[in-house]
Each structure stands twice: as C-alpha cells, then as structure tokens.
C-alpha cells in the first residue's frame, strides 16, 4: 500500500517539516552529485554501522565515542538512491506536518531526532556486529508515522493498492500505518532468523520497528503545542 495524502486537518505552516525535507534533497545532491570524495566513501565514514557502537561498549580502542555516536545523526539525513529518498520524504511530506502541527517546531524536531536515534539503538541490538553501513531517515521518519497512528488514527488516508489491479483507496490511518508496521515487523524477524545478527546488510526493518515503536510511546510524554484543539472524528 502506497499512501498518497490524507485529509488531516492542520493550523499551522509546518517550517520544521519543510526544513528536514529540503536538508534531506541537499544533502543527497551533496552525496552523490557535489562532493569532490567518492560518495562511497563518505556512506562508510557519516553512515551507521552498529559495530561501532558494540566495539566502543566494549572497551575497544580501535573505535572512539565520535566514530560510533556521531553517524547516529548524520546517516539520518543521507539516502542510497534517487527512490530511497523520494519514499521517505513523499512519507514525511504526508505525515509529518500534522505531528508538527500537535508538536509545536521545536518539540517536533526534537521527536524526530529521538525517533533516529531510537531506531539506531533497536537496530544495533539486532545486528550487533554489522559492518554496513546504515543510511536514511525511515527509522526518524517511521516515528512519525507512529504518532500520526496514535494522534490520528481515523483519518482518511488515500492509499494506492496494487493487487491484480490499482486500486485507489480511502483507507483509516490506523489501518496504513498498522499495516506497514507488521510488515516491517514480520520482515525484520524473517531476516533475523534466515541471516543471524552477524551480517546485517539490505533493509533495516528493525530500524524501522524500532522509530515506530518509539513514535507511539514518545507522542504520550511530548506536550500538545496545539493553540486550537479539535477532535478529529472523521
């Protein structure tokens, strides 16, 4: 199922949204197209690999704290490819303006970034000893969408559904959002059985699982910011 938009209402212009998406687009032209370094090189070095973080715990003194902590926020903001980055932002594009909206600016990029950083951690914790590097803003992103599935778990959300044929689709949020978790939830265990923790490597589902699950907690202790409060009950 590909979300295409939804009819949450919003009051405010959502400049932090707008910020993240043009920083993501820049800083993917900067990767791939701008930087005198081969853009290999700079994944290697500004994505996360969780080793890192496991080697530094573990007292080794081939990693330092800067090594291991400083790509936890900048392989947020890198993407391997022109369709990996266009899937995130059109996601953040759709759902993030209204979690702005109960956020406020800056508690909204402070969830962001939280969200980040908890997918790093659920995904370390499956995949201890991975040596790939890991970019893209879906665990920050997938957050999102886990507050957009507690807040607004009835909105409409239109939804391109491929089976046999294309079907175009009002479905409930929480039906979208709930439906993407599992998947990603049933890929990130098959993965983990069919490859072990040691090799990591393709899609990090456990990412993903884990930017969610922090998003629906964490919508619970951030403060509404919303001046005009509504019940959305459509």
Same mark, same amino acid.
């Given at each position: 199922m590909i979300p295409l938009k939804d009819d949450a209402p919003r009051f405010i212009t959502p400049?932090?949204?707008?910020?993240?998406?043009?920083?993501?687009?820049?800083?993917?032209?900067?990767?791939?197209?701008?930087?005198?370094?081969p853009a290999q090189q700079v994944v290697n070095y500004f994505g996360f690999q969780p080793?890192?973080? =496991?080697?530094?715990?573990?007292? %080794?003194?081939? *990693?330092?704290? !800067?090594?291991?902590?400083?790509?936890?926020? =900048?392989?947020?903001?890198?993407?391997? %490819?022109?369709?990996?980055?266009? %899937?995130?932002?059109?996601?953040?594009?759709?759902?993030?303006?209204? *979690? !702005?909206?109960?956020?406020?600016?800056?508690?909204?990029?402070?969830?962001?970034?939280? +969200?980040?950083?908890?997918?790093?951690?659920?995904? =370390?914790?499956?995949?201890? =000893? +991975?040596?790939?590097?890991?970019?893209?803003? +879906?665990?920050?992103?997938?957050?999102?969408?886990?507050?957009?599935? *507690?807040?607004?778990? +009835?909105?409409r959300v239109l939804t391109l559904v491929p089976f046999l044929f294309v079907f175009f689709l009002w479905l409930p949020a929480w039906i979208v959002l709930g439906y993407w978790f599992v998947v990603q939830f049933l890929s990130g265990a098959a993965t983990s059985i069919a490859y072990s923790s040691q090799t990591g490597g393709g899609i990090a589902f456990w990412a993903h699982v884990g930017g969610f699950v922090a998003g629906v907690a964490l919508i619970k202790l951030f403060p509404s910011q919303r001046r005009r409060r509504f019940r959305y009950d459509a």
């Open positions: 400049y932090v949204n707008y910020f993240l998406l043009i920083l993501n687009v820049l800083v993917f032209f900067c990767m791939w197209i701008g930087v005198p370094a080793y890192r973080v =496991t080697a530094l715990l573990r007292g %080794s003194h081939a *990693v330092n704290a !800067e090594m291991a902590f400083i790509p936890v926020l =900048t392989a947020m903001f890198m993407h391997a %490819s022109w369709l990996h980055l266009i %899937s995130n932002m059109w996601v953040l594009y759709i759902f993030g303006d209204n *979690v !702005e909206d109960h956020l406020g600016h800056f508690g909204y990029l402070v969830f962001y970034l939280l +969200s980040g950083v908890a997918a790093a951690v659920l995904h =370390t914790f499956f995949n201890p =000893t +991975s040596r790939i590097p890991s970019v893209g803003a +879906s665990g920050a992103i997938a957050g999102i969408m886990g507050a957009y599935f *507690v807040l607004f778990p +009835s909105a």
